[in-house]
């Protein structure tokens, strides 16, 4: 027999040991013995059986089992705060674990009413891309044209990732920064002074002007959320606003001089027209999703339409050139902004963790603290 293979064997000869002693060993033994002890209503002995086990020996899900029979032997015995730690600690390991008021017992139905396993807080992941058309309100032309410039949608990407922060279980604030990539198209004929002849009809044909832009920007979202309780797919809608942080702004511009048959273009570099935009803006967001539970954690996908709040342009909308504004870009290509809102639609997928803390409901939370005060108020 080869080395290769005694290693092989012994290796799976460990695994066979460790797996038959956790789930088919002593330790099983002892939960099916307490089992029987509690069945026979002999509760005394049943926390001596379980001890050794509980401290090393038991896998999680015995574990679950062994604090579950530990919290309903000390109901019996009259323990409650014996009842509620070994609750408590049943509850973080299982805190997914949902009370059914016909199949459980009546005595855990009463004490699960003291305990929330309400996540805190949820971290979340964002990704996707998004969809960007502009609102345009305040035409302007570049005085070469009949005002036939057009505002073209675009694609970009977004990441992002925030925190959550639950108020109830179905009700939720979010904050979830992030890096945005947007992006459009503007087009235009300039110098409407070309004869050209199109099907048999003679049209008047100009310079053709296009303008495709690139922002980047570090977004702010802040929104409230409610949840659908669904058992696995769980619908939500959100609304809030958002604040976006421009962080950069570049124009790639391509510009033909057609003279009749002839066409030049006009070799223009990537023009950084930052100093055009508005660097604070803000949105508002609506949206909706739907999530799915995987584990303990959720995937899902997600909606949102963000209609920009103000212009996206300063009121300066003409390149500089050596310290004068002029419609002309560096390189002579006239160039004009109108007034614009940029309008964002996003897709994400994502996924979420909540950070699960089981506890006492008497402790601290802002939905015992809304609960307290309208208590107050039907007192009074």
Not at 66 to 86: G, I, Q, V, W
Not at 331 to 352: A, E
Request: with cysteine; charged share 20%.
């Amino acid at each position: 027999m080869t080395i290769k293979k005694i290693l092989l064997t012994f290796l799976l000869s460990i695994i066979f040991y460790v797996g038959y002693s956790q789930v088919d060993g002593p330790c099983q033994e002892s939960l099916d013995n307490a089992n029987e002890e509690f069945e026979h209503g002999h509760f005394y002995q049943i926390k001596a059986i379980l001890d050794g086990c509980l401290n090393r020996g038991f896998t999680k899900e015995q574990k679950i089992q062994a604090h579950f029979l530990l919290t309903r032997t000390f109901l019996f015995l009259d323990k409650p705060d014996s009842a509620e730690y070994h609750y408590l600690e049943f509850l973080k390991l299982n805190p997914l674990f949902k009370i059914d008021e016909e199949k459980d017992p009546i005595d855990i139905v009463y004490l699960s009413e003291k305990f929330t396993t309400t996540p805190l807080i949820s971290l979340n992941f964002r990704g996707g891309t998004n969809f960007n058309h502009l609102t345009v309100f305040n035409q302007q032309y570049e005085g070469y044209s009949q005002n036939n410039g057009q505002y073209k949608p675009g694609w970009g990407f977004n990441l992002s990732s925030g925190i959550e922060v639950h108020l109830s279980d179905f009700f939720s604030v979010e904050i979830i920064p992030g890096f945005h990539l947007k992006q459009w198209n503007y087009r235009n004929e300039l110098f409407l002074d070309n004869f050209t002849r199109e099907n048999g009809t003679v049209v008047l044909r100009g310079d053709p002007l296009e303008v495709h832009e690139t922002e980047s920007s570090l977004d702010l979202p802040f929104y409230a959320k409610y949840v659908f309780d669904k058992p696995v797919y769980q619908p939500y809608v959100l609304a809030g606003v958002a604040g976006h942080l421009l962080l950069n702004s570049v124009q790639d511009i391509r510009f033909i001089d057609r003279n009749g048959d002839t066409y030049t273009p006009t070799e223009v570099p990537p023009y950084n027209n930052l100093r055009l935009r508005r660097t604070l803006n803000a949105s508002l967001v609506f949206g909706g999703g739907m999530r799915y539970m995987i584990g303990q954690n959720f995937v899902n996908i997600e909606l949102q339409y963000l209609p920009g709040l103000f212009q996206g342009n300063r009121t300066k909308r003409y390149f500089e050139k050596d310290g004068v504004y002029n419609a002309l870009t560096p390189w002579g290509v006239p160039l004009t902004d109108s007034d614009f809102r940029i309008n964002t639609l996003k897709l994400n997928v994502g996924f979420t963790k909540p950070i699960y803390n089981p506890r006492r409901k008497d402790k601290f939370t802002v939905r015992n603290l809304i609960d307290y005060l309208k208590n107050r108020n039907e007192e009074k």
